[in-house]
C-alpha cells in the first residue's frame, strides 16, 4: 500500500485502487456562531467546498472517498444548514466518485438518517487491505489484528507552531507515528477555521498513548504544499 | 453654527441666598454657615437654566451645588401643589456604587426639608427620587414605573435603556435638567456613547433640558464643555479654582532602584508601607491594576502576621458590588486602617475620612494624581496628603515630575474620541427601536453630539448598511439588526428580539477576564492552579517569558480560553516585571517635562554636588532622592549619553540580533506611533519581521540586521500615515482592539437568546473574526473603526508628525551611538514595554524560509506528495 499526502489530504493506493480520505470537517461551523450570538459573515463553507475541489481535481480518479468522522460541528441535534451542508458535500463527492464512506465520529451522535437517505456508507471502522480507517476517539479490537499495519485517524486536529524569535505561525500538520508497531497516520482537520491545537505543547486526545515527540511531522502550508519537518523532537523552538 | 462658550464668575453669599424658597434657605443654613465657593458659581447659573461646566477640585461640593438649585426648584413648584407626575431632573454618573452620595446629596436634604415644612404646617406635596443601575431589581423597576419619580438617578447605560422603554420615555418627554457628573472620567467611549444618549433625550424631550456638567479638574475645560453640550448649545464654564493645600512628597523603598523585584527591596517596600500605615489613621493605596492590588494585601500580610486581618480591604472593578459596598461601608465606619485600589475608588462616592493616600507607582498624569490625593481629606478645607511611592528609577523620575507639576498646577489634557463607529452603531440600533426614523433627521440628531458633528454622511449611511444587513448578501435576513428603506430613506425597527437584545448587550466597557494560571509541568504538578493574571498582562506574555506569581516563578508556554499554561520551578530571571498591566499612557506634557528635565540634569551632570542640589530643587525631593535620580543620569552619561528633549539617542546594540534603541521621551501614545512607523520602514528594508517594544519613556526595534541611518531616513513627517497604515494591518494590535469594537457594534453579542458569552469564548475567536471580516471588506464600518481608535485613540499621530517636523528642522536631533550592551535608559526599555511584532514576511515564506532551516537539522530533501 502506498500513502501520499496531498494538501490536507490522504491518498491510499492498493492494487490500482485509490482512495481519498480526508480528516474532520466541522460543518456548520458558520450556524453554529451565529447561534452562540456572533454575527460575523463567515462563509467557511464555501472555502471548504472549494478547496475540496481543488484537491479532488488534483487527485485524479479515485475510487472510493473516506470521511474520517466529526463531519458536522454540534452535538446532539442537525442544525437545518447543517443538513444543507452536508447534502451539498455529499453532492460535491458524488461528482467524483460514487463510494462515499462515513466514519462516524464523537460530534456525529445521529448521522443514521442521514446516511441512509443519501445513501452513503456509515460505519465505526473501516478495514482496507492491511489498514484500517477511524476516527480516533474509540478503540476496536478488529484494529489489533497482526495483517493491520497502519491506521489512518482523525479527531486530534493536528497543528505546529513554528516559531523564530517571536513570530509564531501555526500550521496544519500529518502526524506519523508508530504505536505497537502499527503506523498510526494522523490527519489534520479538514475544517479551515483554524490550524488546530499544537502537538508540541498539547495533549493529542486520541485514545492511545502515542509517544507524539518520536512522531514524524508533516506541515501543510497554505499553498497544499507538504513539507517533511522531520521528527517532532527535532523542531525548533520552546 | 457652533454655540457660545464663556466664563462664569462667582456671586455673593448673599445673592445666592436670595434665589432660595423661605425653606430651602433655612434648611440650608440650619446645615451650613455659608454656600462654598462651587455653590456661588453654580447655583445661580442652574438657577437660571443656563448650560453649566462646573470643574472643581475633589470635595468641592459640586454635588450638592447641581441639586440645591434643582431641589430649591422643586420645593417652589411643591409649595404651590404644581408639582406634575413626570421626571423633572435626570443625574447620570459613572459610578455604580451610587447609593451613598445620593443620600447624601439628595435624599437627606429632601428628608430635612419635608421635616421642616411639617414643623412649620408647610403643606408639601411629596418630591420622589428614583435610582435605576444595572443592580435595580425589576421590583423597583415596576415601583418606579408606577410613581414617577421626580428626580430620577442613573448611570449611563441605563439612561440608554430606559429611553427606549416606552413608559419611562412618555415620563421624560417634559425634562428640564440633565446632570452629568464625573464629566472628567467620561473623555473615553463610554463618555462618546453617552452623548449621543444625552442627544436621544434632548431629542424627544418637548422643551430643551438644561445640561450640568460635574468635573474634577480637567484640561481642556472648553473642549470638555462642548462635549458635554454638544456642538451648537451655549455653555458657561465655572472654572472653580479651590485653593487647597496638598501635602506631597515622593518615597521610595531603597537607594538601589535597580532592582525592584528582589526580595530584599520588596522587603522594604512593605516596611515602608507598614510605617505610613501605622502613622496615619485610615490609608488609601492605589496600584494601578488589580493584580498589585492583590499583590499588595497578600504580603502585607506575609511581611506582618496577624497585624492586619480584619483593618485591610481591597476594592478593585472586578469585586462583586456586595464586596465593594462592604468595604466602602467600613471605610466610612472608621473599621479599615487601609485600603487597597486599583483605580476603582479614584471617582467621586465619599469614602469618609481618609488621611493618607498612597500612590504605588506613577499614576501618570497630573489630573488623576490630583483625584487620587484628592481622596484624603474629601472634606471641604482639610489638607489632602499624598505619598508617592517610585518603585524604579524612571518611575523615581516621573513621580518627581509630576509633583513638580501638580504645584504648578499644570494640567495633561485630554482627548475625546470623535466619530467612533462601533458606538454609533449601537446607538442607531437603540434609535431604530424607539420609532421610524427618516435617514436626515436621524442623522441631525447624531450630529448634535460633539463626538459626531463632522461624521460624514456615508460613514453614517456604512454604519447603517451595516446593521441593515447588507453585507451579508444572501443571509441578509440572519443578520440585519434594524430596517433601512432605502426608497424611503427611513430606519426602523426589526424583530422581535431586538429590545430585549439591546438592554442585555448595552455598553463600551470591554469585558476583561481574570486568567487562570494552570500548571502544564513537571508532571507532578500537572493542572495545579496557582493564581490568576489580568487579560493584559496575558497578552504581554510571548512563550519562554518568565513572571513572577504569588511570589514563585513561572515560565509561561501558551493560553488557550481563560487558562494559561505555564512551567514551574523555573530558576530563569523574570523576563516580565509582575507590576506590568495594560497601564495608562503618560501624558505627553508630563513626558516633555521629564525630557527637558533630563537637558538641565545633564547640562549639569559633570558637577555631583551642584547638579544632585539642582535635582533638589527642581523636584522638591529628598537629598537621597536626588541623589539616586543622579545616579541613574550619571550611568546613563557614562554609558552613551543622556537623551532628552534636543537630543535624542538611538541606541545600537549588536547582540543575538541587532537593536535600535530610540530614547524617545513623549510618551506611549506618540512612541506606539514612531515605533511602528520605524518598526515597519525596518521591516520592509529587508522583508523580514521586526519586533517592537513600547513605553513612555521610548521605544525599541529589533530584527536580523538593522541599518540605522536607511530606517531613520526612511520615516518622514509626508509617510508616517502611510507607514502606519501599512504598520497596522501586520501587528497584533488591531486583532485586539477589532475584538472590543465588533463587541460595541454588536457583531458579538454578550448575551444572546438567554446565553451570556464568556470573555473566554470572545477571545479564542478574534484572530478568526478578524480575518473573516476582511474577507468580506478592507473598509467594513467597524474594522475601519477598530484602526481608527488604534490611530486617534491609543496611537497620537498628530504629535508624532510634529515631533517629526521638528526633526526634520534640525530642531531635535537624532544621534546614533554604537553601544556593546544595553544602556541603562535601554534596560529598563526592554524590560518594561509593550510588545508586538510587524509580521511582513508572509506565512508561505516564512514556512518554506523555516522548512530550509529544518532541513540542516534533519539533513533530508524536500518533499512533495511524501510517500511514507
Redesign the interface.
Known sequence: M?????GKSLIVERAGKRTFVVGDLHLGYDEG???????????LFEETKKELTSLLEKAGQVDEIILLGDLKHIFGQILTSEWKEIFAIIELLRMYCSKIIFIKGNHDVIMEPIAKRYGVLLYDYYLLGNCAFLHGDRDFPEIYDAKITCWVVGHAHPAIS????????K?KCFL?VLYKRK?V?VLPSFFP??QGI?IK??DLGLIWPLDVKRGRV??V???Q???????LE????? | MSGLLTYAEPVRNEDVAKLLHPLVSEWFFSTFKEFSLTQRYGVPLIHGRKNILVSAPTGGTKTLTAFLAIINYLVDLAARKELEDKIYAVYVSPLRALSNDIFVNLERPLQEIKELALKKGIALQEIRVGLRTGDTTVGERAKMARRVPHLFVTTPESLAIIITTTKFATNLAALEFIIVDEVHALANKRGVHLSLTLERLSDFSVIEPVRIGLSATIAPLEEIARFLVGSERDCTIAHVKLVKQVDIDVLSPARNLLESEAPEQQKRLYQLLDELIQSHKTTLIFTNTRNATEKIIHYLDLHFPGKYSGLIGAHHSSMSKQRRFEIEERLRKGELRVVVSSTSLELGIDIGGIDLVILLRSPKGVARALQRIGRAGHQLHAHPKGRFIALDRDDLVECSILMRNMREKKIDEVSIPRNALDVLSQQIFGMAISKVWSVSSMLRVIRKSYCYASLSKEDFLSVVSYLAGD???E?RN??A?IWYGSQKQEIGKRGKLARILYMTNIGTIPEEGFIEVVI?GPAARKGESVGTIDEAFLERL???DVFVLGGARYQF??S?GMKA?VIANVSRQPTVPSWFSEMLPLSFDVACDIAAFRRHVSERIKNKKECCAFIETYCSCRPELAEAIYAYMKEQEDFSFISHDKVIAVEHVKSD?EYLFFHTLYGRRVNDALSRAYGYAAAQLRYR?I?LGINDNGFFI?GEKLDPKKIISQVTTKNLEELLKGALDKTDVLKRRFRHC?SRS????????G?S?SVG?QQV?SM??LS??K??SEEFPILREARREVFEDLMDVPRAISILKKIEQKDIVLRIVQVSLVSPFGLSLLTQSH?D?I?I?D??N???R??A??LQ??S?K???????
Open positions: 502506498k500513502y501520499s499526502f496531498l456562531l451565529r447561534s452562540s450570538g456572533v454575527f460575523i459573515v463567515s462563509n513554528i516559531q523564530e524569535g517571536v513570530k509564531n505561525e500550521y506519523v503506523k497516520i477555521g483554524s499544537d505543547l498539547q508533516f506541515v502550508n497554505d499553498t504544499e507538504v513539507l517533511d519537518f522531520g521528527a527535532t523542531i525548533l523552538g520552546p | 453585507y451579508a448578501l443571509h440572519v443578520y439588526k502544564q510571548h512563550r519562554g508556554t501558551f488557550r499554561y540580533k519581521d519586533e529589533a465588533a454588536l457583531m458579538i453579542l454578550r448575551s444572546y437568546k446565553r458569552k469564548k475567536h478568526f473574526l473573516e471580516v474577507k468580506i510588545a511584532l509580521s514576511e506565512r508561505v516564512f514556512l518554506k523555516m522548512h532551516l529544518q537539522v534533519i533530508e524536500k518533499v512533495k506528495n511524501y510517500e511514507i
